[in-house]
């Protein structure tokens, strides 16, 4: 069982993956100028934090951001990372924000966990004011995963499995332009995350915290053990690929 503090350990290494597309969406959205930002399932409040720096470094409002989450013990850990964010403990399906309060309604790695997608979009286009923006900042598409060697393509199969037996869906990323269409947006545009790697990087592990986590219960410690030495040895001969597409996309709230 990942405790808090483990959750916050992976919510800042996914916040370091989508960093420059943050930066690219704050431009392209114009978000510098936006006065109330709110972020749909903060967590621990990483995103918010981050979101945050790069709006006051870009002369933007910098303190105007807002969170909401469903887990007190997030929320805490939020209100340490992330002191200038207003936090709220609440459901996404049903946002304790009045309709129209925000320029801007984003989630990160959000709609993955999320059995009725189109519902919780259209509870954050509720609370977005027309001409303003809607993201989904990051997410995955376990069903374009990439492992290499080709003896570790079966830890993304197993770890696939084991987030759909979670009730996630491990294939969101592939719908999620599709779902903001659906939702009623303008201005859709989309796009996958790049992937770059260092050949030799020491093996993650945080990402086998993960993986074990996932798995836990599935399959035969004896089998992860095995396969987690391959992955050693293909790290340290630099053939390590491990990719997921992860997918991001934005729209606008139409004017009325």
Known sequence: MLSAQDWHARFLQQAGWTARLREYLLQR???????????????????????????????????????????????RLARQASPPTRLACGDGYCLPFRSRAFDAVYGHYLLLWIAE?????????RVTRPGGALLCMAEPDYGGRIDYPTELASLGRWQADALAGQGADPNVGRKLAGLL??????????????????????????????????????????????????????????ERVLFVPTFYAAGIVPEE
Request: aromatic share 6%; net charge negative; with cysteine.
């Open 29 to 75: 959205f114009d978000l510098a100028r936006a006065h109330r930002i709110l972020e749909v399932g903060c967590g621990t409040g990483v995103v918010c934090a981050a979101l945050g720096r790069q709006l006051a470094g870009q002369g933007g409002p910098g303190e105007s951001t807002y969170g909401v989450d469903l887990r007190f013990d997030f929320l």
């Open 117 to 125: 997608p189109l519902r919780m979009l259209a509870e954050m286009r």
């Open 181 to 238: 269409v659906q939702a009623g947006l303008n201005d859709v545009q989309y796009g996958v995350l790049g992937g770059e790697w260092n050949a030799g990087a020491p093996e993650g592990g945080q990402e086998w915290q993960m993986i074990e986590h996932d798995l836990s219960g599935r399959v035969e410690p004896h089998r992860l053990a095995a396969l987690r030495r391959s992955e050693q040895s293909a790290r340290a001969r630099g």
